[in-house]
């Protein structure tokens, strides 16, 4: 069993940054891909970045060159740097990560979110 939870979230002027972070906790036999989401008000949950156990990274193109995703294995934590924020990034943002428990069997887990509001 893995908890996430997110932190870093706030209110935040357009053309601002924030960084968040997500720390796992509990057992596993490893941590896999680890990722953000985020939904805004009345839209679909997307995909922000992902980041490999091994670093290689991906982002939505939407957040490309402004935003990075790092991870820090030993204490089980990733982070998402935002840099040169819209009011359009406004949303409630996810963590997530992809386990093999201690069984080896594939699990996701979410954390529950932490709200990031960019004011124009």
């Known amino acids: 069993q893995l908890q996430l939870v997110e932190s870093g979230g706030g209110l935040v002027q357009a053309g601002g940054s924030l960084r968040l972070s997500c720390a796992a906790s509990?057992?596993?036999?490893?941590?896999?891909?680890m990722a953000w989401y985020r939904q805004a008000p009345g839209k679909q949950r997307e995909l922000v970045a992902t980041?490999?156990?091994?670093?290689?990274?991906n982002y939505a193109d939407c957040v490309k060159g402004r935003f990075t995703i790092s991870r820090d294995n030993f204490k089980m934590t990733v982070y998402l740097q935002m840099n040169s924020l819209k009011p359009d990034d406004t949303a409630v943002y996810y963590c997530?990560?992809?386990?093999?428990?201690?069984?080896?069997?594939?699990?996701?887990?979410w954390g529950k979110g932490t709200l990031v509001t960019v004011s124009s």
């Open positions: 980041i490999g156990s091994g670093g290689n990274t």
């Open positions: 509990g057992i596993a036999f490893r941590i896999n891909d």
């Open positions: 997530n990560a992809d386990v093999w428990d201690i069984t080896r069997t594939a699990m996701e887990y």
